[in-house]
């Protein structure tokens, strides 16, 4: 069954560095998503990406976080410069092809997250 | 702004009882509700998604309802087995979200003993 991958699985790293988390979504899903989760805290939703471009974005997603589709296959968080509060359980999702844009969403299958450190 | 929060935050059965989760949401004017499973330092996985026509979906031992109007959703387990032992979370995605975001629940965390 396809899924969705994440890269790394663990990431350390020190306050002030950037980071990029990569993603490869299931190969025919047109929506992608970052949420993020610390520790003992509700999913929160960051960023929706469809067409090439964010769609939404919450307030949490400031100009110190970027996402980007490089080739046809990945999809990217990229934080420029951490902070400590950036330390988290980052998931990427996706979603089917029948998802079109302000008509709602199908099931979002999400990956196995990575780990955020920030030191 | 779409509260979502799932009551009571944890839950400890004997095996074999039937396990009942609730979710409710303040704005009732959903496109979809999902129901997911998270084991501990693990990613989400999709169990169920109920769209905001439907009032109910079955997949084997689960069946999740959705009560629009009065902003609920109910996931029951039936059987339960030591291997549904994980934290259940619900999410919603609003009609007007753009961008399909989902909201999410605290979660409740579920233990069934042997």
């Known amino acids: 069954e396809p899924e969705v991958t994440q890269t790394p699985s663990h990431q350390v790293t020190q306050m002030g560095q950037e980071v990029i988390l990569r993603c490869v979504p299931i190969s025919n899903h047109l929506y992608f998503y970052w949420y993020r989760q610390i520790l003992g805290q509700k999913v929160e939703f960051l960023v929706s990406f469809y067409n090439n471009e964010i769609s939404e974005k919450s307030e949490i997603f400031d100009d110190q976080f970027s996402v980007e589709r490089p080739d046809g296959s990945n999809f990217t968080l990229k934080i420029r410069s951490t902070k400590l509060e950036d330390s988290a359980m980052y998931f990427c999702a996706s979603s089917s092809p029948l998802a079109i844009a302000g008509t709602g969403t199908d099931t979002q299958y999400f990956g196995p997250g990575t780990r955020l450190t920030v030191l | 702004k779409q509260e979502v929060t799932q009551i009571p935050a944890a839950l400890s059965v004997p095996e074999g009882e039937n396990l009942v989760l609730n979710c409710s949401f303040t704005d009732s004017a959903i496109y979809n509700l999902q129901w997911f499973r998270q084991d501990p330092g693990k990613g989400l996985t999709s169990l169920l998604l109920?769209?905001?026509?439907?009032r109910e979906q079955t997949s084997g031992r689960l069946n999740a309802s959705l009560d629009k109007s009065s902003g609920r959703s109910t996931l029951y387990i039936a059987a339960s087995q030591p291997g549904d032992s994980a934290t259940y979370l619900c999410?919603?995605?609003?009609?007007?979200?753009?961008?399909?975001?989902?909201?999410f629940g605290g979660g409740t965390r579920v233990l069934v003993k042997p």
């Open positions: 999410a919603v995605t609003l009609i007007k979200a753009a961008g399909n975001k989902l909201t």
């Open positions: 109920i769209q905001s026509s439907q």
